[in-house]
């Protein structure tokens, strides 16, 4: 028989203890059907969740563009405003100088 003919009983026992307590080992961390059904459904809510916030994000964007735009065309009203009432003010300035000096 060769070599495993001088193996013991004691050796064998030994041996067989140690696969024992290696698949014991195994089986405490090895995943169940609910464990795995569990993350299944928490990643299908993380999912959920992340497209919800996408679409959060991308209306915030839309929102903030758009108030974005209408301060910047309130501004250039306000621009075009002032530039009126500084030429109006310039050309009073000129009139009053010319009054003053007629006088």
């Known amino acids: 028989m060769g070599e495993n003919a001088n193996i013991t ?21 090895m995943a169940t059907k609910q464990d795995i059904a569990r993350l299944e459904n928490d990643l299908k809510r993380f999912e959920h969740n992340m497209v919800r916030l996408e679409d959060k994000m991308d209306t915030n964007h839309k929102t903030l563009y758009d108030g974005y ?13 002032v530039n009126k009432i500084d030429e109006k003010v310039e050309k009073q300035d000129v009139e009053i100088r010319v009054i003053k000096g007629v006088k």
């Open 69 to 81: 735009k209408l301060t910047y065309k309130k501004l250039n009203t306000l621009e075009e405003k």
């Open 9 to 29: 009983n004691e050796q064998l026992f030994e041996f067989m203890t140690k696969m024992y307590n290696e698949m014991q080992k195994m089986n405490g961390n």
